[in-house]
């Protein structure tokens, strides 16, 4: 069975390639016997180069391997992206000023204390007790005074939805310098799942961009966009930062923001017609813990007139998706974006207290709270992913907000292990002082896949994908073998090592075929074997 979405209709039988056969000779006698006219000649003609273009697909004639006869792999991302529309041009000068005006409040009402100590908890495996939560981050009542006071200050002034400033809905992905490795993989997998939304691909400036990729990308239905154009990026400390502002300057209306090491398994399009998004504006997915926010929190963002508990049962948010309705929830986009702005001085600590978590994953939430915003939270909990044969975790799996009842999984946020060919397969790498890559997980005996891609065996675990009734894996390294011999990140090498582990692992097989041999190209074609790697 052809899993993977091939267009049957090359799939021919043989007794169906025989009656055309039959019926284009008898045609044919007619034709040029005497009584076809011109028109019928060409109709002939034409009939026969579509014969042979069939006939090749199904024999794979003019190929230089003999292996075993299978489907062809579905339509190449190129071809499929070229239907996709790019995004709407965005009004740099306005959004500047935007960000101007934001910028001006945030600078006159900074948080108290200004640098708050970053503790961590005695332990790191053990969610904290009340008592520990409470008593763990050290502010005093009259900087709890001025924090509070400054954040209604806050809020009062933040700016109005600006009209005809944005439009339509697409994906937003943050990548730039290594993380853009990672999201070739994201952004291959979402053409590959069959997503046709234009997609916005953000860096911080010039120099995290990849000569030519962004490019490459524009043909793709995907565009590049600088931070830098927007505001001084020199003020982001840390990267955690970047995020809430490629979503604030994105051009979309509503959005669909994925960090670079999400790899999408099932086509996220369908989610903006999904209830959840329609009733609410906002979908967050869950993260493993409850909240363990200071609980002088609620008091400083105005949910209750003293230190609280109230955000203690509150499932905290994992924010390597989520979606946005700017229109309906732009205040509480800017609220976060205030918390985002003092969030490595202040309020990452304040709302994790340095627990697992610490960034911009809870700003979200907390800004929703604060300003008694509607959001939906994705009811099914988060599942681990692992390592086949080990109890290495590889990522998470997130569910799809379409289903409510019955968790189907979505997205794979590779947190831990992150799928970027160059990292998986390159050798020597790591010795380029333009481009350094640590060791890749082959070169390296002590990574958790290294005997799997050095042993040619499937990396996720068995028992969960069969449990699960999904298999993604051949379609990621589909889309990493797009990556290392048809981008601008190609290498002979890298393609030869990323070809063989896919024939050898899943049954993929790469030859040249009919179209390659009429140009004279070296280009292959990729074939899905009958059979699948274990």
Request: charged share 20%; with cysteine; aromatic share 12%.
């Amino acid at each position: 069975m052809n899993i993977y979405g091939d267009d049957p209709s090359f799939s021919l039988k043989p007794h169906l390639i025989r009656n055309i056969i039959r019926k284009f000779i008898r045609f044919h006698r007619g034709a040029f016997g005497g009584k076809g006219s011109p028109r019928q000649q060409v109709v002939i003609l034409l009939g026969w180069f579509l014969l042979a273009y069939a006939v090749t697909r199904y024999t794979h004639f003019w190929t230089d391997s003999s292996s075993n006869a299978g489907f062809i792999c579905g339509t190449p991302k190129h071809e499929r992206s070229q239907a996709v529309s790019l995004p709407n041009p965005s009004d740099k000068e306005k959004l500047s000023q935007i960000w101007k005006t934001l910028q001006t409040v945030f600078d006159a009402y900074p948080p108290q204390p200004l640098n708050l100590t970053l503790k961590t908890f005695k332990s790191i495996s053990e969610f904290p007790s009340l008592e520990d939560i409470k008593n763990h981050t050290k502010i005093s009542k009259e900087e709890a005074r001025a924090a509070r006071t400054a954040h209604i200050e806050v809020t009062k002034k933040l700016p109005s939805y600006p009209d005809r400033t944005f439009s339509g809905h697409g994906i937003v992905m943050l990548a730039g310098g290594r993380y853009s490795g990672f999201a070739t993989t994201g952004l291959g997998m979402l053409r590959e799942v069959g997503s046709k939304l234009p997609i916005e691909v953000w860096v911080k400036d010039q120099s995290e961009e990849w000569e030519g990729w962004c490019t490459e990308l524009a043909k793709e239905g995907t565009v590049c966009r600088r931070l830098s154009d927007y505001m001084d990026v020199s003020l982001l400390e840390h990267g955690y930062q970047l995020k809430i502002s490629s979503i604030l300057f994105s051009s979309f209306e509503q959005l669909l923001f994925l960090d670079a090491d999400n790899v999408p398994i099932r086509n996220p399009d369908f989610a903006f017609q999904s209830k959840a998004f329609i009733d609410s504006g906002v979908v967050l997915w869950p993260d493993y813990w409850k909240h363990t926010g200071s609980p002088l929190l609620p008091y400083i963002v105005g949910l209750s007139d003293q230190a609280s508990e109230v955000l203690r049962n509150d499932q905290t948010a994992e924010s390597g998706q989520l979606m946005w309705d700017k229109k309906r929830h732009w205040k509480s986009l800017c609220l976060a974006s205030y918390y985002n702005y003092y969030g490595p001085q202040h309020y990452y600590t304040m709302i994790s207290q340095g627990w697992a978590g610490w960034g911009d994953k809870d700003t979200f939430t907390v800004a929703l709270r604060s300003l008694r915003q509607k959001y939906f939270m994705v009811p099914h909990p988060l599942k681990t992913l692992f390592v086949n044969g080990t109890s290495h975790g590889i990522g998470m799996l997130q569910a799809d907000p379409t289903n409510e009842i019955k968790y189907e999984p979505m997205f794979l946020h590779s947190n831990i292990i992150k799928w970027s060919i160059r990292e998986f397969l390159c050798v020597n790498c790591s010795s380029s002082s333009s481009d350094p890559v640590a060791l890749s997980a082959v070169e390296n005996p002590e990574s958790a896949i290294n005997p799997h891609l050095k042993g040619h065996h499937r990396i996720f675990k068995t028992e969960d994908m069969q449990s699960m009734a999904i298999d993604p894996e051949p379609l990621i390294w589909k889309s990493m073998e797009h990556t290392a011999c048809r981008s601008v990140w190609k290498s002979k090498n890298l393609c030869g090592k990323t070809r063989e582990h896919m024939k050898l692992t899943f049954g993929y097989d790469f030859r040249r075929g009919w179209r390659s041999h009429l140009l004279g190209t070296q280009e292959q074609t990729c074939y899905q074997s009958l059979r699948y790697g274990s």
